[in-house]
């Protein structure tokens, strides 16, 4: 909830008429979603959650070196239902700037990712080649390698990842990297009474949800058979 009410939030700020925030750009969206990275991580480890906020994760995970099915099957329903409320919060927020924002694609793009041009086989690889990508660089920050005194700063550095995946890899697809991220927020769009909304997408959702999922089980085998 904490990584989506932040990072939907930046994006609402961006694109949302008569937004304080707006026309802010890429920049600040992207810094917007590194600090909700980092603080979503910061409040998941106080509170006694996992390490990940992201469903794909912990899928691979299961694939890649049999984690337990039942906790990491909680922790997904968790970050869902995490998601949702999250993106509820946003739309409360932001509730006199739907009616005066007409554009109801971006109205869409607040809550979910969409393909800057739309190739469901390229914008899946490039979902899957980011998380690939998200996935190996956060097994080396947790390496033995690197060691506990990077561990520790661990919210930062993984926030700071994800700007630079942002500024770097977001351009074609808007950088889901995250099932939770983008299928929770996604749903609340269809559900909520968003003023002037159009439709959710529902033909594109599945790749930013497919593409995290191939890209981490990918990341987990490739790091596992570099002992990361």
């Known amino acids: 909830m904490t990584l989506i009410v932040l990072g939907l939030g930046v994006v609402a700020n961006v694109i949302l008429s008569k937004s304080k925030g707006q026309n802010g750009g890429w920049i600040v969206i992207t810094a917007g979603w590194a600090i909700a990275v980092m603080s979503g991580l910061f409040v998941s480890t106080a509170l006694g959650g996992p390490s990940s906020l992201n469903p794909a994760i912990i899928i691979a995970g299961f694939v890649t070196s049999g984690a337990n099915l039942l906790d990491g099957s909680f922790a997904i329903a968790g970050q869902f239902v995490g998601a949702f409320l999250g993106a509820v919060l946003v739309w409360l927020i932001y509730l006199p700037h739907w009616a005066e924002t007409e554009d109801k694609n971006l109205k869409l793009a607040v809550f979910s990712t969409g393909p800057a041009i739309r190739n469901p086989l390229a914008n899946l690889m490039t979902e899957t080649i980011a998380t690939f990508v998200l996935v190996f660089i956060v097994g080396a920050i947790f390496s033995n390698a690197v060691g506990m005194a ?43 009474p968003i003023s002037g909304k159009g439709g959710s997408d529902w033909s594109y959702s599945w790749v930013p949800v497919v593409g995290p999922i191939i890209g981490a089980v990918l990341a987990m085998l490739f790091r596992n058979s570099l002992g990361l």
């Not at 697809?173 to 983008?182: E, F, M, S, V």
């Open 150 to 192: 990077a561990r520790g700063m661990t919210p930062i550095l993984v926030g700071g990842l994800t700007w630079g995946l942002g500024l770097s890899l977001g351009g074609p697809t808007g950088y889901a990297l995250n099932p939770a991220r983008d299928l929770g927020p996604r749903i609340a769009h269809f559900v909520l």
